[in-house]
């Protein structure tokens, strides 16, 4: 359809000016990142949407050489924008950190979406549903005939905010490692951080 015979990241025949990006046909299973096409989807749009502003930005990656070319496969009646999926995986990582602000953007991203979650359905309230599903189960199974006494739940709201701390100090981490914070600004981070999920564990066992 668009006569292509190449693709440079997601550039056919690595004209800047248009955009063609495609999901892959197969999966890489020792690589889950994640199952749902939304967050993919949303990062595509933006990228997409920052290069045709700033033109510039894309010649500078296509001058670098950053990707890899993808050629098309007629006699596999592969078009070039068809990538498989390790090589769809690093171009997808090559656009999320060649730039500053795209990466800033999915960061600011994913904290949006926690925080909308966490509004929705914060962890204590979270944590209360698993532990009622957890005995409906159990009495399930003593319905059919299971007189063994009910196994107690085995998670608190400490080691949730255990692992939501842990989440966020490893985020830290890994800014400090690619030089997105120094490490100065990185230990400050820590220190807000964990003085915020204390406090909000505490208030969580208050309500």
Same mark, same amino acid.
């Given at each position: 359809?668009?006569?292509?015979?190449?693709?440079?990241?997601?550039?056919?025949?690595?004209?800047?000016?248009?955009?063609?990006?495609?999901?892959?046909? +197969?999966?890489?299973?020792?690589?889950?990142?994640?199952?749902?096409?939304?967050?993919?989807?949303?990062?595509?749009?933006?990228?997409?949407?920052?290069?045709?502003?700033?033109?510039?930005?894309?010649?500078?990656?296509?001058?670098?050489?950053?990707?890899?070319?993808?050629?098309?496969?007629?006699?596999?009646?592969?078009? +070039?924008?068809?990538?498989?999926?390790?090589?769809?995986?690093?171009?997808?990582?090559?656009?999320?950190? +060649?730039?500053?602000?795209?990466?800033?953007?999915?960061?600011?991203?994913?904290?949006?979406?926690?925080?909308?979650?966490?509004?929705?359905?914060?962890?204590?309230?979270?944590?209360?549903?698993?532990?009622?599903?957890?005995?409906?189960?159990?009495?399930?199974?003593?319905?059919?005939?299971?007189?063994?006494?009910?196994?107690?739940?085995?998670?608190?709201?400490?080691?949730?905010?255990?692992?939501?701390?842990?989440?966020?100090?490893?985020?830290?981490?890994?800014?400090?490692?690619?030089?997105?914070?120094?490490?100065?600004?990185?230990?400050?981070?820590?220190?807000?951080?964990? +003085?915020?999920?204390?406090?909000?564990?505490?208030?969580?066992?208050?309500?």
């Amino acid at each position: 359809i668009n006569r292509t015979k190449r693709h440079i990241g997601f550039w056919p025949d690595g004209d800047h000016r248009r955009w063609i990006a495609s999901d892959q046909s +197969a999966i890489d299973a020792s690589r889950f990142a994640g199952t749902a096409i939304s967050p993919y989807a949303l990062c595509c749009a933006v990228w997409a949407t920052h290069f045709f502003q700033y033109p510039q930005d894309a010649r500078r990656l296509l001058e670098a050489n950053v990707f890899s070319e993808n050629f098309a496969k007629p006699e596999l009646g592969s078009a +070039a924008y068809h990538y498989d999926p390790r090589n769809a995986a690093a171009v997808q990582v090559a656009y999320s950190s +060649a730039l500053p602000a795209l990466a800033d953007y999915q960061t600011r991203s994913d904290s949006f979406k926690k925080s909308s979650l966490w509004t929705v359905a914060p962890p204590e309230r979270f944590l209360e549903e698993c532990e009622k599903d957890w005995y409906h189960y159990c009495r399930k199974f003593k319905e059919f005939g299971d007189d063994r006494p009910f196994p107690s739940y085995p998670y608190t709201l400490d080691w949730v905010f255990d692992l939501l701390l842990a989440e966020e100090l490893d985020s830290i981490a890994m800014a400090e490692r690619s030089r997105r914070i120094s490490k100065e600004k990185g230990r400050e981070l820590r220190e807000e951080k964990t +003085a915020e999920f204390a406090k909000r564990l505490a208030g969580a066992k208050e309500r």
